[in-house]
């Protein structure tokens, strides 16, 4: 069974940066996604930054020069570094796998950006 743990989440002030984490556990096949979602109060969850295993990458227009993702195909793990965050990037940030058997999310993490 394939598992995904995150980590990194926590409280930062306005402008600061946080690096979130995932990896992903079982048995996963090749040809597959990891990205990062969100989901604010009251909001519908969004993509906020994706990775292929084809060494792809895809982000949110709100998040574009602020946030990188990286990924580690052997390791089958994706990261999110954020940077110059802003209180509207506070929300449950998820970890998401793809894959053609299925998908697979994270049990999310909160991030704060507050004064």
């Known amino acids: 069974q394939v598992q995904l743990v995150e980590s990194g989440g926590g409280l930062v002030q306005p402008g600061g940066s946080l690096r979130l984490s995932c990896a992903a556990s079982?048995?996963?096949?090749?040809?597959?996604?990891m990205g990062w979602y969100r989901q604010a109060p009251g909001k519908q969850r969004e993509l906020v930054a994706l990775?292929?295993?084809?060494?792809?990458?895809n982000y949110a227009g709100s998040v574009k020069g602020r946030f990188t993702i990286s990924g580690d195909n052997v390791k089958k793990t994706v990261s999110l570094q954020m940077i110059s965050l802003k209180p509207e990037d506070t929300a449950v940030y998820y970890c998401?796998?793809?894959?053609?058997?299925?998908?697979?999310w994270g049990q999310g993490t909160q991030v704060t950006v507050s004064s």
């Open positions: 998401k796998l793809n894959m053609r058997t299925g998908v697979v």
């Open positions: 079982g048995r996963i096949i090749n040809n597959y996604s």
């Open positions: 990775f292929t295993s084809g060494g792809s990458t």
